[in-house]
């Protein structure tokens, strides 16, 4: 769509004016509001109110009487019309799916559960992330397209950013004061701007709650661990003739963290191999799976994995166990440099000794007070703070390499000079059981401050809407690592040897010393013993680890104004209209002191400075065309700081041939702006590991990922048509069926070191240059890489949500209560990422990780209500597929080997299928209040995760109940 210079110009000066923005769905306007009112319909009998009354409450479309002063918010248009039926499709948690299914305290928790989220970023899935201050963020992702492609609002506008790539943690929502969320399926920028391309997650609150309400709960997991609890209180009361109204909240929950696995599951020890029958055109299968397996080249007290000089790799095998005694490793029936299968696998500890859940702390605060200044004006101001603490196991000290020499002390002492006759090093790999593990602790602080006005007034005889806002939010992070190796002291501290007679130190002859030392005898080296479990001394630990940091500041200064009128009619009814724009400037400092920006294992933090401005303006309308036929359209013109103006539209329309059927469907062209971690990151690290093509084995890696400047935005076409039926001879019932289709371009990526690696093998001269061998042996291999507007994603897929609520009584005439039943659904048909240089491979159903979504996310509820109780069971889960879909499942007559398309024996893995059950009873004291006690219960049969051939934890973090069945239990009190 081409729009002029003067168009442009046009779009800016509507940015003058301002819309009401709001949030109800066609969906919610055929399935939410009839559970509300049935539930009002219950609550009317017990009440003594007529059936007539009840009847017309089952036709209002909406929970509660409009009135002249509301200011109505709808998501997914800037429409101000409670009457307009937005073609984009729209799901809708209420205030009782959020009191009644919450599986936890935290409600990302329960709006993760909905299909049309996929891969999302939790505190369970995040603990490797030590470099990139993203662990313990709960950040949404929509449609598994990132969560830097999902717009996060509260009450409609942007929320503070709690990291430098610009994603909104949940957890700094105001959660108890939450009356909805509105979750909108589809692409969005031309309504809400930049990051709305696979749609909008907006939490919408209570903002005229009247009363006092206290919520405290408790839960633990059926082993005993993972005890959490959380305490909550908000208030709100009017003044002056309740042209004033004053609302405050705060909250706190602690979670303990679960820092050792000792979960049946994570015994699976099915590994990935490289398969010792293969030889090119004898069709084997490239890599196998088999168990029992585990690593053997990294044991808690270390293993000789290689030894030079006499005879080659005699020591090969040697272990160390308790106090450094002598073992030697049984490698059992099949074993690669890596992994074993049979004999002593089970002596490896990376499985065990790593986190299964954070430790974590969590405040809240929130105050807004508003005041009627005239009918049609009511300012506001808002203010929250929110701090929060997560507190990881990542993992213990992974050594593949260390390299000792032949004089080294600790070496000649266990092992003696005979065995090391002609031995000039060896290689040790170890997990350090010595050592403490590393930990993560992520620390924020986040502080959003808003001033504004909204209300309604008349223009063009018709009632319009307007808002303004100002916003400005400081977010404050400490990123800690704990227990870190500095590469060099850990280098001198292993090169130990026995202090020679008459040396220039003074050191006396036979003391086990840092060679270091001999020539530098101030450098304060203590030497450190590898060889065995009890036997490092504190003060080597002290010299190795260190406690590198990161402090960090995001700024954020948003603004906008918007007007919602009709400016005239046409013979098929009222032409809506809104205009509006909106102001954005983000900024990154930080600081990292100079010894901890480079020299250790992981970590290695550089501060980022950066920033942006983007100005924007939008127009959008709807127009009726006929009876029940209408069209919707709106364009926003964009102009960022960085990288230049854009134009991002949609259109769409809902046609209602009959007041049963309702079609709808949307075309848009949505863009996201590179966020300023991608344009200025000074350089992050991670480690990982990868396949290494070369060898067939897995290889310990470290990634370093910088920023780039010149990134433009990425450019999204999305497509959706559904309809949505609610048939008037089955009252209550509600289906909706949506097809959508994503198509990203210039998506700003990087090739990681898979991608590297693999690109390398096959040929591709540029990409060698990008990994190397580690020399300090931490690692195996180094790499680096920066982002680029390259890729290219494809999906598209079947949304499906259907819910039936009626009284019982329809059933069995004398008994009460109501009973809902709701199953949504979303099948993926297919998920594409495209590098241009290595084939696209179709992810959708590959199960291993979040690379791809399964091919169906599916959760299904049944309610059962009463005036004085609840009952819901609900049923969630992921369907079964494949480990990765690049690779070719076969046992014989297989294909040649490709790098792309590795052949393999095994490649299928489960699905997850999850039972909960939630209860809530109710009381009432006359004069005093309301109260209502929960019993949540997760993962009632205790079902595993989804379980994968892996080393570490051998399971899905994202798709998978990792603490088994937990209880929640607690009360709600209300006056």
């Not at 990294?298 to 166990?321: D, E, R």
């Not at 800690?480 to 292993?494: G, K, P, S």
């Not at 104004?561 to 009814?573: D, I, K, Q, R, Y």
């Amino acid at each position: 769509m081409i729009i002029s210079r003067n168009m442009r110009k046009i779009l800016f000066l509507c940015g003058t004016f301002s819309s009401g923005l709001a949030v109800l769905s066609v969906n919610a306007a055929y399935a939410a509001p009839v559970a509300d009112t049935l539930e009002k319909e219950s609550e009317s009998k017990t009440k003594g109110k007529k059936k007539e009354a009840s009847k017309a409450a089952l036709k209002t479309p909406a929970a509660k009487k409009e009135t002249s002063d509301e200011v109505i918010m709808v998501t997914g248009s800037r429409i101000a019309n409670r009457n307009s039926k937005t073609p984009t499709p729209v799901s809708v948690l209420t205030r009782s799916d959020i009191q009644n299914q919450s599986p936890t305290n935290n409600l990302a928790d329960l709006v993760n559960q909905l299909p049309q989220f996929a891969g999302s970023t939790t505190p369970e899935n995040s603990r490797l992330a030590l470099s990139g201050g993203t662990a313990g963020i709960n950040a949404l992702n929509l449609r598994n397209l990132g969560e830097v492609r999902t717009l996060v609002l509260l009450d409609g506008r942007r929320s503070a950013p709690s990291s430098i790539t610009g994603l909104v943690d949940v957890n700094t929502l105001p959660q108890q004061l939450v009356k909805r969320v509105d979750v909108v399926t589809g692409g969005a920028s031309a309504q809400y701007g930049s990051d709305a391309v696979s749609g909008v997650a907006n939490f919408v609150l209570d903002k005229t709650y009247t009363g006092l309400k206290v919520n405290a709960d408790s839960g633990i997991s059926t082993y005993g661990d993972g005890v959490n609890y959380s305490a909550s209180a908000a208030g709100g009361f009017g003044f002056a003739h309740d042209k004033g109204h004053v609302l405050l909240s705060g909250d706190y929950a602690h979670t303990d963290g679960i820092y050792q696995v000792d979960r049946k599951w994570n015994e699976n020890n099915s590994r990935i191999i490289s398969n010792p029958a293969y030889a090119p055109g004898n069709g084997q299968p490239y890599y196998i799976v088999r168990s029992p397996a585990g690593t053997n080249n990294a044991l808690p007290g270390g293993i000789i994995n290689s030894s030079v000089g006499g005879t080659a790799n005699s020591l090969k095998g040697i272990y160390f166990g308790q106090g450094g005694s002598i073992n030697h490793y049984n490698y059992g029936s099949l074993a690669t440099s890596t992994t074993s299968v049979g004999g002593d696998y089970a002596l490896a500890d990376n499985g065990r000794n790593i986190g299964l859940s954070p430790g974590s702390d969590r405040r809240n605060l929130f105050g807004r007070l508003s005041y009627k200044v005239a009918p049609w004006a009511n300012l506001y101001a808002e203010g929250s703070y929110n701090w929060n603490e997560y507190v990881y196991n990542a993992g213990p000290q992974y050594l593949s390499s260390i390299n000792l020499t032949g004089d080294n002390a600790y070496l000649q002492n266990a092992l003696g000079a005979d065995a090391l006759k002609g031995v000039t090093s060896a290689r040790l790999g170890t997990t350090a059981r010595d050592m403490p593990y590393r930990k993560t602790d992520n620390k924020r602080s986040v502080q959003r401050y808003t001033v504004g006005g909204e209300g309604n007034f008349e223009m063009f005889g018709k009632r319009a809407t307007w808002s303004a806002y100002a916003q400005y939010s400081a977010t404050r992070t400490h990123e800690q690592i704990y227990n870190v190796m500095n590469t060099a002291n850990q280098l001198r501290a292993t090169d130990a040897v026995f202090a020679p007679a008459g040396n220039a130190a003074g050191i006396p002859a036979g003391s086990i010393v840092c060679r270091s030392t001999l020539t530098n005898p101030g450098n304060g080296c203590a030497p450190a013993n590898w060889l065995g479990t009890g036997v490092m001394s504190q003060d080597a630990k002290n010299y190795i680890l260190g406690n590198p940091y990161r402090d960090q500041k995001f700024q954020e200064i948003v603004s906008g104004v918007n007007l919602s009128m009709t400016p005239f009619a046409t013979w098929a009814g009222d032409v809506s209209v809104a205009v509006g724009g909106e102001y954005r400037d983000e900024r990154a400092s930080g600081y990292v002191p100079t010894e901890y920006r480079s020299g250790w294992s992981v970590g290695n933090f550089l501060p980022t400075f950066g920033g942006y401005n983007v100005k924007e303006a939008y127009l959008e309308t709807e127009v009726p065309l006929a009876h029940g036929l209408a069209f919707n359209g709106a364009v926003r013109g964009t102009d960022y700081s960085t990288s230049g103006y854009v134009t991002t539209w949609k259109v769409g329309g809902t046609w209602q041939p009959i007041e049963d059927v309702l079609f709808r469907a949307t075309q848009s062209r949505d863009i996201r702006a590179p966020n300023i971690n991608e344009l200025y990151q000074a350089g992050t690290s991670r480690t990982s590991t990868v396949l290494n093509p070369f060898t067939g084995d897995t290889s310990t890696i470290m990634e370093t990922t910088t920023g780039n400047s010149k990134l433009r935005p990425e450019k999204a076409s999305s497509t959706v048509v559904g309809a949505v039926i609610t048939p008037r001879f089955v009252p209550g019932l509600s289906i909706s069926v949506d097809w959508f289709h994503i198509k990203l371009k210039d998506a700003i990526q990087q090739f990681y070191s898979q991608d590297i690696i693999d690109q390398c093998y096959q040929g591709n001269q540029s990409f060698c240059s990008s990994y190397g061998v580690d020399p300090s042996g931490q690692r195996d291999l180094l790499f680096k890489a920066s982002p680029f507007n390259f890729s290219k994603i494809t999906t598209s897929g079947i949304d499906i949500d259907a819910s039936y609520q009626f009284p019982v009584r329809r059933i069995f005439p004398g008994v009460g209560g109501t009973f809902t039943v709701h199953g949504q659904a979303t099948n993926y048909l297919s998920y594409v990422p495209d590098s241009g240089l290595s084939p696209a491979i179709d992810l959708a159903g590959q199960n291993c990780c979040a690379s791809g979504p399964p091919n169906w996310i599916y959760r299904f509820s049944a309610t059962y209500s009463m005036s004085r109780f609840s009952v819901t069971a609900i049923a969630r889960g992921i369907s079964a597929g494949n480990y990765s879909n690049s690779y070719i499942q076969c046992a014989s007559n297989c294909p040649a080997y490709s790098a792309y398309y590795p052949t393999i024996d095994s490649n299928k893995v489960k699905g997850t299928f999850y039972f909960d059950m939630n209860f809530t009873y109710k009381m009432q004291y006359q004069d005093f209040g309301k109260m209502q006690v929960f019993l949540n219960i997760t993962n009632l049969a205790n079902s595993s995760p989804l379980i994968l051939p892996e080393s570490g934890l051998a399971a899905n973090s994202t798709y998978s109940s990792l603490l088994g069945r937990t209880f929640r239990g607690g009360i709600r009190f209300e006056l």
